[in-house]
C-alpha cells in the first residue's frame, strides 16, 4: 500500500518532578536540603529519510512519543534526561498541523531532521531554593508538560513518473510489465481508479517508482471522469509519461488522444504542460501503429517517442534507461512546484467542504 497522506500524534515527554529531601546520615545533625532536579523531557523529531518509500508506517503507527524525563532524587540527584523520539519521513514530506494550511516544513534532503514537539523542562529539586532566610525549604517543581502536536502529513511527490493517458491506453498493462506491481488490467475503461505505484529497478540497479494513475477523459478539468483525483495525482510526478493507444482499438486516434489529454492538463494547471515529459507509444504491434508512429513523429518532431508494446514487454528496457536518464539529470527540487501544490492543497480543501466532494483514495505500492 502506497498512503501520501496521514495524521499522526505527537506528543513530547514531560519534565520529570523536582524532589524534596534533606540529608540524613548518622552524626550529621540537621543535613540541608538534598532533593535532586528532574531530567528533561524527550523531544520528538522529524527526520527526512531516502529509505522511506511512502506514509504508510505512519499510518499503521499514528502515535509518538518520547520519553518523560526522570524523577529527582535525595543526594542531589537529578533525574535523567528522556530519550528523544525520531520518527522517520520519506524525502518531499510537507507537515501541517491538523486540518490547517500553514506550511510548518518540508523535509527534503536527506537527514534533515525538525524538531517537532519540544520535551518539557525538569522541575527544580528542593536544594536549589535554599536562601539566607530559608535554609530547610520544602519546595520542589513539578516538572513543564512535553508538547502534544496532532499534524496532518503529505507527500508532496508521489512517483517519479506518472503515466498519463486516456483509458484502455495501456498504462497498468506497461506498469505490470516494468515492475513487480500488479494492478488490474482490462479492456474496459476505468479499469484503474486509484493510483498505483512500482518499483522499477534498471539494469544497473538503481530504482525509479512510476505511478499508474486513472484514465483522463476530456472534462477531466471540470471532474470529469475521475478527474479531479487524476490531476492531482499527476502534478506530484516529476516527468509525465503520455501513453497512447497506437493501434487506435474502438477508433480513436492517439494524435487526438494527446491533444486532448494537453487540453485538459493545461486547463487545470499550465505549468504541467512545461513539466518534463516523454511520449510513449503502445500497442505496436497492432495494425494501424507503424502509420499513426510516423504521423505522430512528423507532427511532434521535437518529442521524445518511445515506441513500445506493453503486452509483450518489448521495448520497455529502452523506456526504463530513458526516463533514468532524465531524473538524473533534473535539477532536484523546484521551490515553484512546493507554491503550486500548497495552492492547489488550499483551494482542494475549502472545496472539500462541499458534502458530495469526492474522497481521495489511498494509492497501492509494490516494491520488488
Ligand atoms: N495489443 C495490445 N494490447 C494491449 C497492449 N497493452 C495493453 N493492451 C490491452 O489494452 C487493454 C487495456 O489495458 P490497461 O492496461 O487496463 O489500460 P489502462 O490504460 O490501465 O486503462 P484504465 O485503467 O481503464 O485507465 C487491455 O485489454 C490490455 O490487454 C499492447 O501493447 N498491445
Ligand atoms: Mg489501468
Known amino acids: 500500500m502506497f498512503v501520501d497522506r496521514v495524521k499522526i500524534f505527537v506528543a513530547a515527554g514531560d519534565g520529570g518532578n523536582g524532589c524534596a529531601s534533606f540529608r540524613r546520615e548518622k552524626f550529621v545533625p540537621m543535613g540541608g536540603p538534598d ?4 531530567g528533561d523531557g524527550g523531544s520528538v523529531i522529524l527526520r527526512a529519510s531516502s529509505s522511506e518509500q511512502s506514509l504508510v508506517d505512519l499510518k499503521f503507527q499514528q502515535h509518538w512519543a518520547a520519553e518523560r524525563g526522570g524523577g529527582g532524587a535525595g543526594q542531589r540527584l537529578h533525574g535523567a534526561r528522556g530519550i528523544d ?7 518531499g514530506t510537507l507537515v501541517f498541523p491538523e486540518n490547517s494550511d500553514e506550511l510548518i516544513v518540508d523535509l527534503c534532503e536527506d537527514g534533515q531532521e525538525f524538531l517537532i514537539a519540544q520535551g518539557g523542562k525538569g522541575g527544580k529539586g528542593n536544594s536549589r531554593f535554599v536562601s539566607s532566610v530559608n535554609r530547610a525549604p520544602r519546595t520542589a517543581e513539578p516538572g513543564t508538560e512535553g508538547e ?17 493517458g486516456y483509458p484502455n491506453a495501456g498504462k497498468s498493462t506497461l506498469l505490470r510489465a516494468i515492475s513487480a506491481a500488479k494492478p488490474k488490467t482490462a479492456p474496459y475503461p476505468f479499469t484503474t481508479l486509484r493510483p498505483n505505484v512500482g518499483v522499477v529497478e534498471t539494469d544497473d540497479y538503481r530504482r525509479l517508482t512510476v505511478a499508474d494513475i486513472p484514465g483522463l477523459i476530456a472534462g477531466a478539468s471540470e471532474n ?12 506530484r510526478c516529476r516527468i509525465l509519461c503520455y501513453t497512447l493507444d497506437m493501434g487506435g482499438v474502438d477508433g480513436r486516434d492517439p494524435l487526438a488522444d494527446l491533444q486532448s489529454l494537453r487540453d485538459e492538463i493545461g486547463k487545470y494547471e499550465d505549468a504541467l504542460l512545461k513539466r518534463p515529459a516523454v511520449i510513449v507509444a503502445n500497442k505496436m504491434d497492432l495494425e494501424p501503429a507503424a ?4 504521423r505522430l513523429r512528423d507532427t511532434e518532431p521535437n518529442a521524445i517517442i518511445l515506441p513500445i508494446c506493453a503486452e509483450l514487454g518489448e521495448h520497455t528496457q529502452d523506456l526504463i534507461l530513458t526516463l533514468r536518464k532524465m531524473l538524473d539529470e533534473m535539477p532536484p527540487d523546484n521551490p515553484d512546484d512546493l507554491l503550486r501544490i500548497l495552492a492547489k492543497r488550499r483551494s482542494y480543501r475549502s472545496r472539500k467542504k462541499q458534502p458530495d466532494d469526492f474522497e481521495w483514495p489511498d494509492i497501492e505500492v509494490f516494491y520488488q
Open 35 to 38: 532533593g535532586g532536579d528532574g
Open 85 to 91: 523520539r525520531v520518527v522517520s519521513v520519506p524525502l
Open 148 to 164: 502534544k502536536k496532532t499534524l496532518d502529513l503529505e507527500l508532496k511527490i508521489i512517483a517519479d513518473v506518472g503515466l498519463v
Open 224 to 235: 470529469v471522469g475521475l478527474g479531479h483525483a487524476f490531476l492531482r495525482h499527476i502534478e
Open 291 to 294: 502509420d499513426n508512429l510516423q
